[in-house]
């Protein structure tokens, strides 16, 4: 039973990582990548992936259309929650006075934090809302494309 689980979760973890990429984002699997991804110049949208239903069925799908629109991050990263610990590990620790909380969004400028889109602002609500929260967020610190 525990080999039929484990093989479940892997696809979970599996589709999940593949929905993120296909929408243009890059996955940081170490702390090294985190670091050097997160001090670029320019915007970063971060989106911290979680295989529950609401990353799923709201945060990823949020994550791939809040993106079409005329001002937008420069750059798209993605940790993953519970599966590359320590990438996300130091992720978190750029986004002060905001509990761990996944699915979620962080918005960094220059290597700067910025804004988050936390769990409760996700669960419970339509992919659309959190499209215009973040746009919301673009418009205020994202230059046009």
């Not at 069925?57 to 519970?82: E, N, Q, Y």
């Amino acid at each position: 039973m525990s080999m039929d689980f484990n093989f479940f979760m892997n696809d979970v973890v599996s589709q999940a990582r593949s929905e993120i990429k296909a929408a243009g984002y890059t996955e940081l699997k170490s702390p090294e990548e985190v670091e050097e991804a997160f001090t670029k110049k320019g915007t970063t949208l971060v989106m911290i992936n979680s295989v529950c239903g609401c990353a799923g069925g709201i945060a990823r799908p949020a994550a791939a259309h809040s993106v079409h629109f005329d001002k937008r991050p420069d750059h798209l990263v993605t940790v993953f929650a519970g599966q590359d610990k320590a990438a996300t590990e130091k992720a978190r620790d750029y986004f002060e006075g905001y509990p761990p909380s996944s699915p979620s969004f962080a918005l960094l400028k220059d290597g700067e934090f910025l804004t988050m889109v936390e769990r409760h602002e996700i669960e419970g609500h339509d992919p659309m809302s959190v499209v215009n929260k973040l746009q919301g967020y673009f418009d205020q610190y994202c230059e046009e494309v």
